[in-house]
T-cell receptor
Framework: DAGITQSPRHKVTETGTPVTLRCHQT?????MYWYRQDPGHGLRLIHY???????DKGEVSDGYSVSRSKTEDFLLTLESATSSQTSVYFC????????????FGQGTRLTVV | QQQVKQSPQSLIVQKGGISIINCAYE??????FPWYQQFPGKGPALLIA?????SEKKEGRFTISFNKSAKQFSLHIMDSQPGDSATYFC????????????FGKGMKLTVNP
């Protein structure tokens, strides 16, 4: 497996609380991504990063923020969790460039009650 | 709007049969089309990919067919095996740009023994 670690793997939190998910890579890849996976919606991009301190929004970024202070870490924060943010969250990394492959972490199952 | 449309949503085939998954895209700037395979409880993993300068790519039992004029591509799984039972996602991206992968909604394949 590519060197990607997501933490925590499972979390239950209450509505209105902030939550931070962490993605850590040991591959020194430039690009990092956060996706959420929901039945009937597939994988939807939340935010991505193309370098340290360089981030941009994806298609479902409302209610989420990210930070990347080091190459190896990409944090996803739910500022005030809502039930609609109950999902499985995947971090992915890629080197970028021609025929690049995206490697996914094992996912974090988040339940907002 | 959904940039990559995938069908069918689910498919059941018998062992030894052919599984076919279809995808259509809208953005003609896409230039790299990977397929990802996901087993329950795991992150997606790259299965096979194609660029629009070829019409077909084969790797073992897996073949991608690409029709640039129709903006469609498909995955064929020959001699389907129970171990192929998984969710399959088509995706598209523009290399050299933001490197964002846009995914279809996925197809759950069940191969009966």
């Amino acid at each position: 497996d590519a060197g990607i670690t997501q933490s925590p793997r499972h979390k239950v939190t209450e509505t209105g609380t902030p939550v931070t998910l962490r993605c850590h890579q040991t591959e020194n890849h430039r690009y990092m991504y956060w996706y959420r996976q929901d039945p009937g919606h597939g994988l939807r991009l939340i935010h991505y990063s193309y370098g340290v301190k360089d981030t941009d929004k994806g298609e479902v970024s409302d209610g989420y923020s990210v930070s990347r202070s080091k190459t190896e870490d990409f944090l996803l924060t739910l500022e005030s969790a809502t039930s609609s943010q109950t999902s499985v969250y995947f971090c992915a990394i890629s080197r970028g460039g021609r025929n690049t492959e995206a490697f996914f972490g094992q996912g974090t199952r988040l339940t907002v009650v | 709007q959904q940039q990559v449309k995938q069908s069918p949503q689910s498919l059941i085939v018998q062992k030894g049969g052919i599984s076919i998954i279809n995808c259509a895209y809208e953005n003609t700037a896409f230039d790299y089309f990977p397929w990802y395979q996901q087993f329950p409880g795991k992150g997606p993993a790259l299965l096979i990919a194609i660029r629009p300068d070829v019409s077909e790519k084969k790797e073992g039992r897996f073949t991608i067919s690409f029709n640039k004029s129709a903006k469609q591509f498909s995955l064929h799984i020959m001699d389907s095996q129970p171990g192929d039972s998984a969710t399959y996602f088509c995706a598209a991206t523009m290399e050299g740009g933001s490197e964002k992968l846009v995914f279809g909604k996925g197809m759950k394949l069940t191969v009966n023994p």
